[in-house]
């Protein structure tokens, strides 16, 4: 509407299309190239995924004026926190008392480590407002932001995001101003203090659960659960392919085959599939490979160099410090949707500080397009919309719908909403199966395992639906699938040596 284009430029710009561009050519080689655009269910990790999360980033980039706005997005950032923070308490005390056991604060984020890599990320966004307030009753308001969103950051009971949180602690006192220096390592030294004396004064369920999370901390052999073995069956992964990778998100599709134990068990004994490696660098390794990891080294150092050149005032460290908190939280998990939607939202906000002026360019437009050119945005946005938000959410629904009520029309009307999205798939065939309609489940099965799934149960129940067509063949094939999936579960081999022997 003013009659020109105009796109702002910083130092991450390269970096981030490197990154991209390595995204897309290990889309393009990708062991499963649908898995690679779209993501698994409930993951979504593919390249539709990292193009929204830079597209994010460039947008806010874009709409960010000046400090005004900068400080404006952070403070929504703080005030997001702090609702995830009660939520997450709420729902914790709700389940302590419902279970009769001290239940971790999650909230709505799904998990809670995606919790603490949020809240451990907004930490230091929150005490840069309570340092700023120049009034009792702003220092009464951010000190209560503060202390809710660090309590619910305690009670995730995440250590990875209690050691970024603790990491941004250290980056903002002893890398801010001498104000804030003292004061964060004041504050940090009557926590700490705090923690001790409540600890050994008041023994309860709540801090004898702390004490044994910290101190499991500095024991990662033994008290990091799964986590040491799946980075070394991932690094044999790694080194299967390690130039391109498997392409983005088909972890999950290829880590049985290098997997040496039953790593992750459920509480009811079954085992659980892995479908990352837990450590985000090597998750980039898996499925970029060696190319993905040098732009990704190369993004990186991009924003520490970007704040490196920046005036180091209280404002940009903290923004640091958040950043640090991040970082760290994900490379003992791996990026989830919920926390690197803020992520980089943040990082936009960052890069805009530490770059007080960062240089754009103009490109001039007659007087006769901006209307027609608005207009076609506002239907591309709304088409978008509807394709990335409407449809996902009623497929879902009717998901949802053919599960409850066993609806073969909810399920179909699912999978037609979302046809690149396996789990439709599997729930037709599940369906089919339950009817003995065998020759609708080995379609949608097949149809599934096309998609790309990592569910050995459909593979299994493809092999039973091949037995009753009379395709003993196929059904070896799918038994065998079965067994590469998931070579722990007993069925599955006894499936292979039934077929195998051609027994009935």
């Known amino acids: 509407m003013e009659g020109g284009l105009r796109w702002r430029r910083t130092s991450l710009d390269f970096p981030l299309l490197a990154f991209l561009a390595s995204a897309l050519l290990s889309t393009v080689f990708a062991f499963n190239f649908n898995v690679a655009i779209f993501g698994t269910y409930s993951r979504y ?7 929204t999360y830079l597209a994010l980033f460039w947008a806010a980039v874009q709409s960010i004026e000046g400090p005004q706005d900068a400080r404006a997005l952070l403070r929504t950032a703080v005030a997001s926190a702090y609702a995830v923070a009660l939520v997450a308490l709420g729902q914790a005390l709700f389940d302590t008392f419902r279970l009769g056991s001290l239940q971790p604060a999650i909230g709505s984020l799904g998990n809670q480590n995606v919790t603490g890599a949020f809240l451990a990320m907004a930490c230091p966004l929150a005490y840069l407002e309570l340092t700023a307030a120049s009034t009792w009753a702003g220092r009464v308001v951010t000190a209560n932001a503060l202390f ?7 009670l995730t009971f995440s250590r990875s995001a209690w050691l970024g949180g603790g990491v941004a602690a250290g980056v903002i006192a002893f890398a801010g101003r001498r104000s804030g220096r003292q004061f964060g390592l004041a504050a940090g030294v009557i926590a700490l203090a705090a923690v001790v004396v409540i600890s050994g004064l008041v023994p309860n369920p709540l801090t004898t659960k702390l004490e044994h999370r910290f101190a499991s901390l500095w024991d990662p052999a033994n008290s990091w659960g799964p986590r040491l073995p799946i980075w070394k069956d991932s690094l044999r992964l790694i080194a299967s392919r390690p130039i391109l990778g498997y392409g983005p998100d088909n972890v999950g599709l290829v880590y049985p085959r290098f997997q040496t134990g039953e790593w992750a068990m459920a509480t009811s004994g079954a085992e659980l599939q892995i479908d990352k490696t837990h450590a985000e660098v090597l998750q980039v390794a898996a499925t970029q490979g060696v190319v993905g990891v040098l732009a990704y080294l190369v993004v990186l150092g991009a924003f520490i160099r970007s704040f490196w050149r920046s005036p180091r005032d209280n404002l940009s460290t903290a923004l640091f410090a958040g950043w640090v908190a991040y970082q760290i939280t994900v490379q003992l998990n791996f990026t989830a949707l919920a926390a690197a939607f803020p992520f980089w939202i943040v990082a936009a906000v960052s890069v805009r500080t530490w770059e007080t002026e960062p240089p754009y360019r103009r490109l001039a437009v007659p007087a006769a397009v901006p209307r027609p ?31 409850d009520r066993d609806a073969q029309a909810a399920a179909a009307r699912a999978r037609a909403l979302s046809p690149f999205e396996s789990v439709y798939a599997v729930e037709m065939g599940n369906l ?33 639906a ?12 799918a038994a065998r ?7 722990f579960d007993p069925a599955n081999q006894a499936l292979v040596n039934q077929l195998e022997v051609g027994g009935p």
């Open 432 to 464: 089919a199966y339950e009817r003995g309609d065998w020759t609708a489940a080995k379609r949608q099965y097949e149809a599934a395992a096309a998609l790309g799934t990592y569910n050995p149960r459909v593979y299994r129940s493809l092999a039973l």
């Open 481 to 487: 699938k079965a067994v590469e999936l998931d070579r």
């Open 45 to 51: 990790d593919g390249l539709l995924t990292t193009i």
């Open 373 to 403: 050119m608005t207009a076609v945005a506002a239907v591309l946005v709304a088409a978008a919309a509807i394709a990335g938000v409407a449809f996902p959410y009623l497929a879902d629904s009717s998901l949802r719908d053919a599960v």
């Open 466 to 477: 091949d037995m009753q067509l009379g395709l003993r063949r196929d059904a070896l094939v």
């Open 148 to 154: 809710v969103v660090v309590a619910a950051l305690v």
